[in-house]
């Protein structure tokens, strides 16, 4: 059952973001880091978000939620002024930076009763893959290969690390998220390893899921304890794996890589 629904959770506080030194960053650009909106890093005169909601509109997903803090009025006005021809844009409200399982649930009304594809605001995913699980039935994931992320995008090997790990069965259906893998657990996953990057699509059943878990060690409701709930319940979450690139703006560091690889991107919204 195919969706046109996207979820976008825009509303992080941008922690590493604030707190990384100065990198070459222009004063638009370190205006946006020191407030933690990474979404809107400007990045040859668009918001990093643009790109992001154009690669959704790619992929046949034309209504979108932006997850956003009720400080974010910049964030509605900018969107709001736009003359869209491909988007329709709906704002959910974050009122407190709880975590991704609460930024979930904060878009529960713009969903109903459809599945929804739900993506990180600072990364930027391939259309394929997006496509991928729009036209997917039931949920879903994309399980990333660490050999593609480090050739088609700006994450070095290095940091491929502190990425979750999923396993999947051999059907294809996830099993275990394992969230900053060991070396061990790294070694024992081999070289079929597949990375997260937060790339989900979702039935309905996730937002009883939000409610049920509760705050992890960092405080915080996390995503993934949901997914986890969901699959010991009996949920089957297929992992389609893609061997494409994604984008991270996690740090200041990040600015001028991913300004860089877009700096010829067209926008389309």
Same mark, same amino acid.
């Given at each position: ?76 006005? $900018? ?11 709906? $704002? ?178």
């Amino acid at each position: 059952m195919a969706t046109n629904k996207a979820v976008v959770m825009a509303r992080g506080l941008g922690s590493r973001m604030k707190k990384d030194a100065d990198a070459s960053l222009t004063p638009d650009q370190a205006a946006a880091a020191a407030s933690g909106a990474k979404a809107m890093m400007p990045l040859g005169g668009r918001p990093f978000l643009d790109h992001s909601l154009s690669r959704l509109a790619d992929a046949g997903l034309t209504e979108v939620c932006l997850v956003i803090g009720p400080e974010h009025t910049g964030v509605r006005d $900018y969107y709001d002024s736009l003359d869209l021809e491909r988007l329709e844009i709906f $704002y959910a409200v974050q009122d407190e930076p709880n975590g991704t399982a609460d930024a979930v649930a904060s878009a529960e009304w713009f969903a109903g009763a459809d599945q929804v594809v739900v993506i990180n605001g600072d990364n930027l995913y391939p259309t394929e893959a997006l496509a991928a699980l729009a036209a997917s039935d039931g949920s879903a994931t994309i399980g990333f290969t660490p050999a593609g992320l480090v050739a088609n995008s700006n994450i070095p090997a290095d940091r491929m690390t502190a990425f979750a790990s999923l396993t999947a069965d051999e059907s294809g259906a996830l099993v275990e998220i394992v969230e900053k893998p060991t070396p061990e657990q790294l070694a024992a996953l081999g070289e079929d390893r597949l990375v997260s990057m937060n790339c989900w699509l979702f039935t309905p059943a996730v937002f009883d899921a939000c409610r049920e878990i509760m705050p992890s060690a960092r405080g915080e409701l996390e995503i993934v304890d949901a997914v986890r709930l969901l699959v010991s319940d009996g949920e089957r979450f297929a992992v389609l794996p893609s061997s494409e690139g994604v984008l991270d703006l996690s740090s200041r560091g990040d600015v001028a890589s991913v300004a860089s690889l877009l700096a010829d991107s067209e926008v389309r919204l």
